[in-house]
């Protein structure tokens, strides 16, 4: 089990190492790229060919005769070339996009799939919010790099190359004075992309902030306002206002330096050109080739220096997704565990010791037997332990020593889905999906028919509300279920866990919402499913569970008592005073 902080560290992973696992996913789309780049190299190519064949019509224009009809051939050949370019250039978007995206999409699955994958433990040791933004951000900061990002840098890179070769033929000593200009303005812009994307993070990291106070204070408004707690709120909220506001500030300060810089150095560049041009007799056509040239690699020079920087970041994004990726998912199969299709429901602890954090143990050398068919409750003081107990069952988590048997099998032994297909577990705290009610019920499996769904409803006495709704099954339900009360919330999802056939079922609080009347009606017909074997329960209401075949008392993680209803009155111990707390009210 890993530790609260460094679950979600960022490692720093080896280039090659990282080029490697990368390979994976780009060489599945090898052909795409090979087409593309053989396609980028020609468009390349017909860009830079333009300017110098401007050079040749200056001069030719200039010359002594010029004929109208070599004009219109000159002119329709550049037209031609241009069309020719921007087919390509269409083609060549397309094909890379597409395969971009689809490095993305695997990424993004295998990501997914990761985190299904993962225990309980893992996600108590993360923050939702951390990891939806590496899912999110990451990958999209990918995508931006597969199918933006990387044509742009074979294409600049190629274009400086050609346009720089070319100058070089026609006048290596202007080709000289220029490169001086293109080594400065790579530096400039390099500069400023650090700087830019510095203030960038940190505009992005306040927006998400403010945003997320924003979310926070509307939702509890109600409690602020109870509370009288507004200018509080206010005041936190003026200063994540105005640190945002000043680096929305920074924002326009680096650009308003920038941009006014890289002109000055156009237009000295310009005067470079037509300086150096005449003084070493280049003639006005290459002079017109030079000052073309010029708009040819300004950009792509400045693009280069920010692309350098996207790589940097696309590297650290694929190596924090790796980060996740290579978290181990903490309950897996062994491969010697079995299928198993049925259980008799015994369920046996025996010397369970656990700690969710690896120190502070939850529960202490816990053992008991429930024999197959018994109803078992658990009791206890809000913390002893009672829900940490059934989550160690389903194996949300594992104990760091003792063994947890069930039917005399080691749970450890067996398959996590067959573990999982065959305990129904209600959860203490109930979650809905935004989607319908059957689609909560079914939770999206149309495999079950709209009658199967109904018995479940009918079942725990849902029927009586779901009925009165317009829409009936199809009701919708609004994130986390906010449209329901939190009773009716309780039967929706005890509707979830009998439709799925537990043969062992897990009630934790299952019924503390709903009312006396409702909650009999239920224990009735839960009586009546003669596929469950073994029921474990927890509940506050003692009444609930009177008739259970044994009552364990949890305190502190231990065991305290153990019997059933009148074995522990007769105890007079802890059981019998909560009772008679209960009874006297
Ligand atoms: N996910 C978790 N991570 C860390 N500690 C936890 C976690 N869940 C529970 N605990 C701790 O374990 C202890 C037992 O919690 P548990 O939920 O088992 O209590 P409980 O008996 O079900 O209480 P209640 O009657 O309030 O539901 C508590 O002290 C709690 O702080
Ligand atoms: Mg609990």
């Known amino acids: 089990m890993s530790n609260k902080h460094d679950l979600l560290e960022d490692k720093k992973i080896p280039l090659n190492i990282?080029?490697?696992?990368?390979w994976k996913y780009i060489a599945q789309e090898k052909g795409a790229f090979i087409l593309s780049l053989l396609l980028i190299i020609v468009t390349v190519f017909l860009g830079v060919i333009l300017p110098r064949l401007t050079g040749y019509y200056t001069d030719y224009i200039a010359s002594s005769a010029p004929k109208l009809n070599m004009i219109l051939i000159l002119a329709f050949g550049a037209l031609f070339l241009t069309l020719l370019t921007q087919l390509f250039?269409?083609?060549?978007t397309m094909i890379l996009t597409k395969a971009g995206q689809r490095i993305v999409y695997s990424l993004r699955m295998v990501v997914f799939e990761h985190i299904e994958s993962m225990s309980q433990n893992q996600f108590n040791d993360m923050s939702v919010g951390s990891l939806v933004t590496r899912v999110c951000n990451y990958t999209s900061q990918l995508s931006e790099f597969f199918t933006n990002v990387l044509v742009k840098i074979i294409k600049n890179l190629l274009t400086?190359?050609?346009?720089?070769?070319?100058m070089m033929v026609l006048s290596y000593k202007l080709a000289a004075v220029l490169s001086i200009v293109v080594v400065f303005i790579f530096i400039i812009s390099y500069i400023f992309s650090i700087n830019i994307h510095k203030v960038y993070t940190k505009e992005r990291k306040q927006i998400s902030d403010l945003n997320t106070y924003l979310n926070e204070s509307i939702s509890g408004m109600r409690i602020v306002q109870l509370f009288q707690q507004e200018k509080k709120f206010e005041k936190v909220f003026d200063k994540k206002n105005n640190d945002y506001f000043k680096t929305k500030y920074m924002v326009t300060i680096v650009f308003s330096g920038y941009r006014p810089l890289v002109s000055f150095i156009y237009i000295a560049s310009i005067a470079l050109v037509i300086y150096f041009g005449c003084k070493y007799n280049l003639g006005v056509g290459v002079i017109v080739s030079f000052y073309l040239f010029l708009d040819f690699f300004f950009e792509p020079v400045q693009q280069l220096a920010d692309q350098l920087n996207q790589i940097t970041r696309a590297i650290s994004a694929i190596e924090r997704l790796y980060n996740l990726l290579d978290l181990e998912p903490e309950v897996v199969d062994t491969p010697e565990a079995i299928e198993v299709s049925h259980f008799n429901g015994k369920i046996e602890f025996s010397h369970v010791k656990f700690a969710y954090d690896n120190e502070n143990y939850i529960l202490d050398d816990v053992s008991f037997v429930i024999n197959p068919g018994e109803t078992a409750a658990f009791v206890g003081a809000t913390g002893a332990g009672k829900s940490t107990i059934l989550n160690l069952i389903v194996r949300n988590f594992e104990p760091q020593s003792g063994h947890i048997y069930i039917d005399d099998i080691d749970i450890k032994d067996i398959k996590l889905s067959s573990l999982r297909r065959l305990t129904g577990q209600m959860l203490q705290d109930v979650f809905l999906f935004s989607g319908t009610i059957k689609e909560n019920i079914t939770l999206f499996d149309d495999s079950y028919t709209d009658e199967e769904v109904w018995d479940a409803i009918k079942y725990v006495n849902a029927d009586k509300f779901i009925e009165h709704l317009e829409n009936g099954l199809e009701t919708k339900v609004i994130e986390k279920g906010e449209n329901f009360?939190?009773?009716?919330?309780?039967?929706?999802?005890?509707?979830r866990t009998i439709l799925h056939k537990p043969q062992i079922m897990i009630l934790d609080e299952a019924t503390a919402n709903i009312d006396t009347e409702t909650e009999i009606a239920i224990q009735s017909s839960l009586n009546k499913i003669s596929n469950i074997g073994t029921m474990l329960v927890v509940a506050h209401r003692l009444s609930t569970i009177q008739n259970a075949d044994q009552i364990i008392v949890i305190d502190h993680g231990h065991i305290l008592e153990q019997g059933n209803h009148q074995e522990l009155i007769a105890k007079q111990g802890y059981y019998y005073n909560l009772y008679k707390l209960q009874f006297d009210k």
């Open 18 to 22: 990282l080029f490697k696992r990368t």
């Open 89 to 92: 250039v269409y083609l060549e």
């Open 160 to 166: 400086v190359i050609i346009v720089y070769i070319w």
């Open 485 to 495: 009360s939190t009773g009716q919330r309780q039967l929706l999802s005890f509707a």
